[in-house]
């Protein structure tokens, strides 16, 4: 849904009441439409972003993605005015599932290297 920009699959996918935990959010995002606009504020940074998933698993109810981001930051990311530099960004989303949709999701990713990649942090070494 987020590397293609097909918002119009997140009912589908998504449970109304869907509560998203991201390291760049201090709260959780809660409901469909709120989970969107989070997410589209990334796509709309990177609006050639490609995500290529490198392996899933689960058990239950859960679901573990393995995926990698990449883009060019062209656009303004959450106050961040355009870099024009290309990123590449790892991260893990752990989805629970209730009824064949995403009740909850839990993302862990590379925000300390995204930031040092579009220059707003320096790297180290």
């Keep these: 849904m987020l590397g293609k920009a097909r ?8 449970a109304p009441d869907i509560v998203m935990h991201h ?3 201090p709260q ?9 606009g989070f997410l589209g504020a990334f796509r709309e940074g990177f609006p050639d972003m ?6 899933t698993f689960g058990e239950g ?7 990698q981001m990449s883009g060019t930051h062209t656009a303004v ?3 961040i005015p355009p870099s024009g530099k290309s990123v590449s960004v790892a ?4 989805l629970r599932f ?13 925000s300390l290297g995204l930031m040092q990649q579009i220059g707003v942090i320096p790297t180290t070494g």
């Design 61 to 67: 109810e859960m679901v573990a993605v393995r995926w």
């Design 91 to 94: 991260g893990i989303s752990l």
């Design 50 to 55: 490609n995500m290529k998933v490198e392996f």
């Design 23 to 25: 390291p760049s959010s």
């Design 98 to 110: 209730s009824d064949g949709k995403v009740v909850e999701d839990w993302v862990s990713e590379d």
């Design 28 to 36: 959780p995002v809660a409901g469909v439409k709120n989970v969107v």
């Design 77 to 79: 990311l959450f106050g």
């Design 7 to 14: 918002w119009d699959l997140a009912n589908e996918i998504l």
